[in-house]
Nanobody, 124 residues
Framework: QVQLVESGGGLVQAGGSLRLSCAAS????????MGWFRQAPGKEREFVAA????????YYAESVKGRFTISRDNAKNTVYLQMNSLKPEDTAVYYC?????????????????WGQGTQVTVSS
């Protein structure tokens, strides 16, 4: 059973920063890619960032490139999303997900395990 627990969300002013964390259960965390997705009210879930099993490959949505950084600590079974220069349009529930394979994937179908999400609200 894989459990993913996100934390670090909250309310921040535009231009501010937040760091999201996602703690994973299980001994196989280091074998799989991890991803971050988000869903704003009335919109579909969208890809934000992904990282391969060893951090060697990372992908970002164009909308967050240069502002967000995904990283992982396999010793702590944790993946992070550092979010800088936040904008009101970044407001959403952010989900972490564990991949089906070790390779980073932009498609949500590549992630069979999901956390419950953490709310990020950016005020203007």
């Amino acid at each position: 059973q894989v459990q993913l627990v996100e934390s670090g969300g909250g309310l921040v002013q535009a231009g501010g920063s937040l760091r999201l964390s996602c703690a994973a259960s299980g001994r196989t965390f280091s074998s799989y890619a991890m991803g971050w997705f988000r869903q704003a009210p009335g919109k579909e879930r969208e890809f934000v960032a992904a990282i391969s099993w060893n951090g060697g490959s990372v992908y970002y949505a164009e909308s967050v490139k240069g502002r967000f950084t995904i990283s992982r600590d396999n010793a702590k079974n944790t993946v992070y999303l550092q979010m800088n220069s936040l904008k009101p349009e970044d407001t959403a529930v952010y989900y972490c997900a564990r991949g089906r394979t070790s390779a980073a994937d932009r498609q949500f179908q590549g992630y069979p395990y999901w956390g419950q999400g953490t709310q990020v609200t950016v005020s203007s």
